[in-house]
Each structure stands twice: as structure tokens, then as C-alpha cells.
């Protein structure tokens, strides 16, 4: 096998996350486990260092729902589930669920999550987590209004005491950036719900129309709760491009009938039909 080592992503994710990973395998066998196809650079890399430190661990693969698991090669261990990217948690929700059904009857010690990317915060080891301080810090928001603003995000119902402790300001001082930031719309607290307990599809909708039909669609789908995206396409044949929330066959059907095809003007009507959206996870109730 060529050495994996050399390559620059494999050394960060190894110089980042090494020390943590070898501390949490501690004196146990242990396993890894990549999720195909992404994982497999960074879990063979790391088996590679570990192999150069003596440590005993064996590598293996699985789909993230469990399917192609080689049993034996996580019985009795520790297992590090190892991903590039984490992109919506759902890769680490399935694999998660999928281990622990195997916990006992392979009498696995521990289970961990490790991305190099990890974007929804859900990874137990990550190079990069997505700093919203990295790339959005402005001189109107600093860090702490991030932090304040991420942790209303998980929690709208957050106490400013709460805020407080996990800040290192006082309650006061919380109120008053929560209230500047509202006040200048830099953000807004509201109540959102899950897009999977309503709905199990989504519709992607392209559409040729004349100008006039698609700003008539346009104000319509805007106030529309099932429209999560919504874009002018400024190259190609059509000219708007919709995604819409759907549970069967027939509510799209419907949709379509009667918020697209009855407005005067619309000349192509085109419908693709996938799993709930991976973004957004929420939508306006």
C-alpha cells in the first residue's frame, strides 16, 4: 500500500485529530470503519500511522446504514467510524444507529465519529467543525454575538442566564446584544419544524415561462410553506427553478396542476422527484 502518510489532508487530519484518537483507543484493540466512498483515504491513512505506533487495530468498511460490515473485524473492540465530510448529520446519525445495533451481540467498548469536515457539530473528532467565527466575523458581529446566535439556533427558548453562563457575561449584557441584533435584523427568533416529521419527498421544478408568468409565480410561491427554494436561472431553457415539500405522487401532481400550469404563460413544465432536501432541515410552520 503506498504510504498515505506523505499527503498533505492526511497529515493535518492525523496532526489535529492523532493524539485525541490514540487517547480515546486507549490500552483496547481497536477498529475502523469507513463510510464508502469518501472515508476510506483518511480511516487507511490513519490505520497506517497507528500500525507504525504498534497500536492493534484493524480497518474495515460499511455503507452508513450498516450494510457490508466485516463483523469480525470490530468484535471486541473499539470503533472509529471515519467519514471526509459531514455534511448534514445524517451519515452520522445512520452509521451511529447501525454500530450500536451491533454493540452487544459483537460486544463492541465504544463507538466514535471522526470527519474531516464536519458541518452540522456532530463528530466526536473533526479537523474543521465550519467556524462561523472564521467566516463571518465583521466589525458590526463579533465572536460573542456568534456564539449567542448559534446557541439560539439549537435552543430558541434559551434562557439569558443560561446564555450568560456559557459566555462569561452577565444576563444583562446578553439581553442587550440579543436586543441589538434583532433590532439591527442581523437575525430573528422564530419557531421552525422538522421537514422529515411532515413531509417524505421532494419536487424539483423547472420552468419556461414568459416574464409576466413568472413573476405571477414568483409572489405566489414566496408565500408559499411548502416552496423552500426558489432562484431565477439566468442560463439555459428555463427560467425559474423551484423546490417544493411533497408526500405523495399525487400532492405533486396536484401542485403542479394547479400553482403552475394554471397561470397564463408557462410553456415547459419540468419534475424531478427526490428524498426530503438535505438542506434546509426546517421550515417555516
Known sequence: MKDLLQFEPIKI????????????????????????????????????????????????SMEDGGDGLEEEKVRGRKVLIVINESFSGKAYKRSMEAMRAYRGQLKIKGI???AYR???????????????????RTEEIDALDLKIMQMLAEDGRMSMSAIAQQTNLSAVAVKNRIDRLLKEKVFRIVGVLNID????????????????????????????????????????????LVGSLVNNLDSIEEFVEQEVRKVPGIKQVDVYLGEPPLLPTTFSP
Open 118 to 136: 464536519d458541518r452540522p457539530g456532530t463528530a466526536d473528532f473533526a479537523v474543521d467543525r465550519y467556524s462561523t467565527e472564521a467566516i463571518w
Open 197 to 240: 416529521q411532515f413531509y417524505t419527498m421532494s419536487a424539483h421544478i423547472q420552468i419556461e415561462a414568459d416574464q409576466q408568468a413568472i413573476e405571477r409565480l414568483v409572489e405566489r410561491f414566496q408565500q408559499h410553506q411548502a416552496v423552500y427554494h426558489l432562484a431565477r436561472k439566468i442560463s439555459g431553457r428555463y427560467n425559474l
Open 112 to 114: 466514535k465519529f471522526a
Open 13 to 60: 487530519f492525523i496532526k489535529t485529530l492523532g493524539k485525541d484518537i490514540e487517547k480515546y483507543f486507549g490500552a483496547d484493540k481497536g477498529a475502523l470503519v469507513y463510510l464508502k466512498p469518501d472515508g476510506v483515504w483518511y480511516a487507511r491513512g490513519l490505520y497506517q500511522w497507528l500500525k507504525k505506533k504498534k497500536r492493534d487495530i484493524t480497518i474495515t
